[in-house]
């Protein structure tokens, strides 16, 4: 179910309390986006549960009120949802989301003179999804000057997921044994079967770990059963 409750966190009390506005709120959505300028709080657009909106309103924290904000020039948004806003000097630039399909418009509200400007560029945005991948791209607009694409490297995960399967200190073969004595310990049967297989699959290795010669002082018989259905 959406929702549209309003909350205030005060962090001096450490207490969420409800906040009574006056005035129409926002109809109940998610993947909106909400910033603040100066005294009030701003959410543009998102999802309301049947059709995706482009409505705009403010709340004011001095008079506790809701409010449409008055736009006098300029083309809005189309309505959308999963957008990425972000309040600079004097205005709220909003990039992207999905209006039907994956955008990557910018538009510009400029608060002291309440109109919209598009932009043909790029706001500061790094991964996202654009309807058939995950991305990790890093684009970077600097305000007031041209548009520029950041080199940022290639992701290294994989060849760092790579390093710490092949780590020995995270392998199973280390700690196969430790796993057993605590299988059995506890009378984990299926547990215990399952690393009593694996031991014998692997036995040349496991058996000289310190966790295999830690098991061999401290439960002999496991070396026993071991060595027997080998």
């Not at 972000?86 to 709220?92: A, H, I, N, Q």
């Not at 400029?110 to 109109?115: A, E, K, L, P, R």
Request: proline share 3%; charged share 20%.
């Amino acid at each position: 179910m959406r929702l549209n409750d309003f909350y205030e966190y005060n962090f001096t009390r450490k207490l969420w309390s409800v906040v009574l506005a006056i005035g129409s709120p926002p109809s109940p959505r998610d993947r909106h986006v909400g910033v603040v300028y100066k005294d009030s709080f701003y959410v543009f657009a998102g999802f309301d549960g049947s059709s995706r909106v482009n409505d705009f309103l403010e709340y004011n924290f001095l008079t506790q009120k809701w409010s449409t904000v008055v736009v006098n020039a300029g083309i809005p948004p189309t309505p959308r949802h999963s957008h990425a806003a972000v309040v600079y000097d004097k205005s709220m630039f909003c990039f992207g989301g999905y209006d039907g399909s994956y955008r990557n418009d910018f538009h510009e509200f400029n608060f002291g003179m309440s109109d919209v400007l598009q932009h043909c560029n790029a706001l500061i945005i790094f991964g996202g999804y654009d309807g058939s991948s995950r991305l990790n791209d890093f684009k970077q607009f600097r305000f007031g000057q041209d548009e520029f694409e950041l080199d940022i490297p290639e992701s290294t995960i994989i060849g760092d997921l790579r390093k710490l399967v092949n780590n020995e200190t995270m392998s199973d073969i280390t700690f196969i044994a430790s796993v057993l004595h605590a299988a059995d310990l506890h009378n984990a049967g299926v547990l215990r079967d399952q690393c009593l297989t694996f031991m014998l699959n692997n036995f040349d290795a496991v058996t000289k770990t310190l966790a295999f010669e830690e098991m061999g002082r401290t439960n002999v018989d496991l070396v026993f059963e071991l060595l027997k259905r080998r």
